[in-house]
């Protein structure tokens, strides 16, 4: 699977978007892009998922470039509960999955 | 969405003894389960991946006869960390694979924190 490099940190003010971006350059034609969060001392949530077409849920929204090469995941309100580990993969649907180092997202009131 | 148990949510032993880690997928059936251990400030490793009914396959480095796993039905996985030393300590996650949607989601457990005196 392709490798992902994201910001070590970031902060955000509560109740503004947060825009969390991943390079993936190398990432070929059958490999998804797949966003979790780990919030300390649990077990990492599922976020959203996409392939080439932008994606939105209940959660947030998932911007991936034409090229495919980058993507960004968009908390649209960001709430204190939001504070966590974010982690971009890049991987083939029947592989595992694997964790970088990720985003430290931290939501200041 | 799917829900993946864990228990124990933590544990405490001395050096030397087992511990088990059981992980169930509540509402799907799950013919692969992953072990992940995460060691603090760290991000997840994957140790292994079981697939029901077959021997686990462990990652580089990772000793198979010391971290025991059996994937013994669709819905449950069991970890067992024999002779434990302090240097086991860390937070063991395992997951579960639907294989009942089409996009084979993965889902994650709550974790069971491992301490080794």
């Known amino acids: 699977d392709a490798k992902t490099t994201q910001p070590t940190s970031m902060d955000c003010a509560e109740g503004r978007a947060a825009n969390l971006p991943c390079n993936h350059s190398?990432?070929?034609?059958?490999?998804?892009v797949y966003w979790y969060r780990q919030i300390h001392s649990q077990g990492p949530q599922y976020i959203i998922h996409?392939?080439?077409n932008n994606e939105t849920n209940e959660m947030a929204s998932l911007i991936i470039t034409e090229d495919r090469k980058s993507s960004t995941l968009i908390l649209p309100h960001a709430t204190l509960r939001d504070t966590a580990v974010y982690y971009c993969?890049?991987?083939?649907?029947?592989?595992?999955?694997?964790f970088g180092a990720g985003t430290r997202l931290t939501v200041k009131p | 969405g799917a829900v993946v148990s864990q228990h124990p949510s933590w544990v405490i032993c001395k050096s030397g003894t087992s511990v088990k880690i059981e992980c169930r997928s509540l509402?799907?059936?799950?013919?692969?389960m992953f072990w992940y251990r995460q060691f603090p400030k760290q991000s997840l490793m994957l140790m292994a991946t079981?697939?029901?009914?077959?021997?686990?396959?462990?990652e580089q480095g990772v000793e198979k006869d010391k971290f025991l796993i059996n994937h013994a039905s669709l819905t449950l996985s069991t970890l067992t960390v024999t002779s434990a030393h302090p240097e086991d300590s860390s937070f063991y996650i395992c997951?579960?694979?639907?294989?009942?949607?089409?996009?084979?989601?993965?889902?994650f457990g709550p974790g069971t924190r491992l301490t080794v005196l």
């Open positions: 997951s579960a694979r639907d294989s009942g949607t089409s996009y084979n989601e993965q889902f």
């Open positions: 509402d799907f059936q799950a013919t692969t």
């Open positions: 079981s697939n029901e009914g077959s021997k686990a396959t462990y």
């Open positions: 190398t990432i070929s034609g059958n490999e998804y």
């Open positions: 993969i890049v991987r083939v649907i029947n592989n595992d999955m694997r």
């Open positions: 996409g392939l080439k």
